[in-house]
């Protein structure tokens, strides 16, 4: 797979300057925002959406992109070995 989007989100409370990643339903329904980046490996952005009120810097954002990005590398790497082994594991038969 190549040029595969994976989707990040973060999930930010009000009066605090955690920012949490791929947050629990529980953290989803108490946050004030959520912000949601979708990159592939090449470490290019398809998607950036933010919802919710809580104003954010330009470094804010940017640090939500370069945590994306690592997070976003090693979910494709383990996608792309997942499904090397899937496909080894299956026999193909051509009658």
Do not use: Y
């Not at 953290?27 to 959520?34: D, I, P, Q, R, Y």
């Not at 592939?40 to 998607?47: D, G, K």
């Not at 090693?74 to 193909?92: C, F, M, N, P, S």
């Amino acid at each position: 797979m190549h040029h595969t989007p994976v989707c990040i989100t973060f999930a930010l409370f009000e009066d605090s300057s955690v920012h949490v990643l791929d947050p629990s339903h529980l953290e989803t329904l108490l946050a004030t925002t959520m912000v949601h980046l979708s990159l592939n490996a090449q470490r290019e952005l398809c998607v950036l959406s933010k919802a919710g009120g809580l104003p954010m810097s330009v470094n804010e954002i940017m640090v939500c992109l370069q945590v994306a990005e690592v997070r976003a590398k090693a979910l494709t790497e383990l996608l792309t070995q997942r499904l090397e082994t899937d496909w080894k594991g299956r026999i193909v038969e051509l009658r």
